[in-house]
């Protein structure tokens, strides 16, 4: 078994990638486990999944769509679970990342890893709750007879950036939640409140075509409003996302880099907090 010597006088700032990967057995297990827990070992863990986005997406329409009256280019079912196919990965690693150290400790105790792979290994399980999204949407999309953009290449990049803003949100929490318990009850009211200051069931100008420039730029602080907009545009085309898209972008690059870099600060110090 490979040993792994700990000097306190020598600290990097920076994860080590390559340990990372040495420890790719270990995620994989781990991702596993949490697959089996979630799915292969309940009675409806499938079946919910596929449940719950179709009653969230069936409440969302009807509010925006009917009540609201929101006008969109496409069906506004359509329209929704296009947005809501991203934002339920990007929920699902926020929740299931908070905590997730803090439901190993054991194992944070008593054996030496990358505690980065704790959080990561969550990410993964999450492809799951966003490919039942995607099938979702593609099913809507043959029914309603509509054909992606000429933009379609582009989806990809924008789900890429969608991953890497759940990361780095979910790294802040999982090592924040080890020092600042409060932050385990924090998680939920953020994704509550983020499923509706995030343009799923309305275009993001339905919310910054009445506010001032400044309050513009606020509203894409949110990073995934950014996301939701380009990944929609991708998918059907439209209106292209304006210059503010790019404040999204750069918030999901501070988080991210400022998240690996206070994880790997706080890393050795976990096991004395859990």
Do not use: C
């Amino acid at each position: 078994m490979e040993k792994k010597i700990i000097d306190a006088n020598h600290r990097s700032i920076i994860p080590d990638f390559k340990e990372l990967y040495r420890y790719k057995d270990l995620f994989l297990t781990l991702t596993w486990r949490d697959f089996r827990v979630r799915y292969a070992q309940t009675t409806i863990g499938l079946l919910w999944a596929v449940l719950q986005p179709v009653v969230t997406l069936l409440i969302l329409s009807l509010v925006f769509g009917r009540f609201v009256g929101v006008e969109t280019e496409v069906p506004h079912i359509l329209f929704t679970v296009t947005g809501m196919s991203i934002w339920s990965y990007f929920s699902y690693v926020l929740t299931n990342s908070g905590n997730s150290i803090i439901a190993n400790q054991g194992m944070v105790k008593k054996i030496y890893f990358p505690r980065l792979i704790i959080p990561l290994s969550k990410a993964v399980v999450g492809f799951i709750d966003f490919a039942i999204a995607l099938l979702i949407m593609i099913a809507l999309m043959i029914y309603f007879q509509i054909s992606p953009s000429g933009y379609v290449w582009l989806a990809p990049v924008f789900i890429l950036i969608g991953i890497i803003a759940a990361l780095a949100v979910g790294i802040w929490l999982s090592a924040l939640s080890v020092r600042y318990r409060d932050f385990q009850h924090v998680v939920p009211f953020i994704v509550q409140i983020g499923l509706y200051i995030t343009p799923i069931a309305y275009p993001a100008e339905f919310a910054t075509k009445q506010l001032p420039q400044w309050a513009s730029t606020l509203y894409y602080l949110n990073p995934m409003a950014g996301v939701v907009q380009g990944f929609r545009w991708a998918m059907f085309g439209g209106e292209a996302p304006g210059n503010l898209i790019y404040v999204s972008i750069a918030m999901i690059l501070v988080i991210f880099v400022s998240g690996l870099f206070y994880f790997k600060k706080v890393e050795d110090e976990m096991a004395d907090y859990v």
